[in-house]
């Protein structure tokens, strides 16, 4: 009986013991974690410190980042509706990026800050224009893809997916883009602070047109891969 008591006792104990240091450690630790409002606002304020608008007026002579043709041999390898095979699919999407990253080296060398988008060519610009919008929604939706740099080519993203096929979509964006008072600015400061005045309904609005994009399931990567093979000569270099 009294091993029982004991046991008992020594359990409260244990448990009155734990429940305190967990008290303790909770006021200790710092809350980081803010309302997603809030951290919004945040992200607001640390971007208009940021990155300008680009302020290039010109590209620099002789100026090519284009890739390797032998890339496009072993993209036009691939069946692109898209692969079957998930270590093909990832060889595939492997080739494809090389193509992105040269645009955005193309882009850097430009300079002028921002994305320049003005100064390359249209395949190039609708190809940029259509992948960041689709890692944007499918990342963070409407407000992140405003949010972030790429946000720039808002206000070009409704033609680049028409010229893609993707008439259903690029309306999405143009009643998204309508939240703006004249269209999501390429100046990032100027369309931040323009966000800060959106209402909640807006708010709302991007979230629907979001979720709507989501739903409709479209592969825009097989058909961007179909339309570089198009226009071979904007993303890769002659034998």
Same mark, same amino acid.
């Given at each position: 009986?009294? +091993?029982?008591?004991?046991?008992?006792?020594?359990?409260?104990?244990? /448990? &009155?013991?734990?429940?305190?240091?967990?008290?303790?450690?909770?006021?200790? /630790?710092?809350?980081?974690?803010? $309302?997603?409002?809030?951290?919004?606002?945040?992200?607001?304020?640390?971007?208009?410190?940021?990155?300008?608008?680009?302020?290039? %007026?010109?590209?620099?002579?002789?100026?090519d980042?284009?890739?390797?043709?032998?890339?496009?041999?072993?993209?036009?390898?691939?069946n /692109?509706? =898209?692969? /079957?095979?998930?270590?093909?699919?990832?060889? &595939? +999407?492997?080739?494809?990026?090389?193509?992105?990253?040269?645009?955005?080296?193309? *882009?850097?060398?430009?300079?002028?800050?921002?994305?320049?988008?003005?100064?390359?060519?249209? =395949?190039?610009r609708?190809?940029?224009? !259509?992948?960041?919008?689709?890692?944007?929604?499918?990342?963070g939706?409407f407000?992140?893809?405003?949010?972030?740099?790429?946000?720039? %080519?808002a206000?070009? @993203? =409704?033609?680049?997916?028409?010229?893609?096929?993707?008439?259903?979509i690029?309306?999405?964006?143009?009643? @998204?883009?309508?939240?703006? =008072?004249n269209? $999501?600015?390429?100046?990032? %400061?100027?369309?931040?602070?323009?966000?800060?005045?959106?209402?909640?309904?807006?708010?709302?609005?991007?979230?629907?047109?979001?979720?709507?994009?989501?739903?409709?399931?479209?592969?825009?990567?097989? !058909?961007?891969?179909?339309?570089?093979?198009?226009n071979?000569?904007?993303?890769? *270099?002659?034998?």
């Amino acid at each position: 009986m009294i +091993f029982i008591i004991i046991s008992i006792f020594s359990g409260f104990i244990l /448990t &009155l013991i734990v429940s305190l240091l967990f008290l303790f450690l909770k006021q200790r /630790t710092p809350v980081n974690i803010l $309302p997603y409002r809030d951290l919004r606002g945040e992200l607001i304020n640390q971007a208009k410190k940021g990155r300008l608008p680009s302020s290039a %007026t010109h590209r620099p002579s002789n100026l090519d980042t284009r890739v390797n043709s032998a890339v496009s041999q072993r993209m036009r390898a691939f069946n /692109t509706n =898209p692969p /079957t095979n998930a270590k093909q699919r990832v060889a &595939l +999407f492997r080739l494809f990026t090389q193509v992105i990253d040269s645009i955005h080296e193309e *882009l850097d060398a430009i300079g002028g800050g921002g994305y320049p988008v003005d100064l390359i060519a249209e =395949p190039r610009r609708v190809v940029f224009t !259509v992948y960041w919008f689709e890692s944007e929604i499918n990342n963070g939706g409407f407000d992140q893809w405003y949010l972030n740099l790429s946000g720039s %080519t808002a206000c070009d @993203a =409704p033609e680049a997916l028409r010229t893609l096929g993707f008439e259903s979509i690029a309306g999405l964006v143009e009643r @998204a883009n309508m939240v703006f =008072p004249n269209q $999501p600015p390429r100046d990032r %400061t100027l369309r931040l602070s323009q966000m800060d005045d959106i209402s909640e309904s807006d708010s709302e609005l991007w979230d629907t047109l979001s979720t709507e994009f989501y739903e409709s399931d479209i592969d825009c990567q097989s !058909v961007m891969i179909r339309y570089i093979l198009e226009n071979e000569s904007h993303f890769f *270099l002659s034998d």
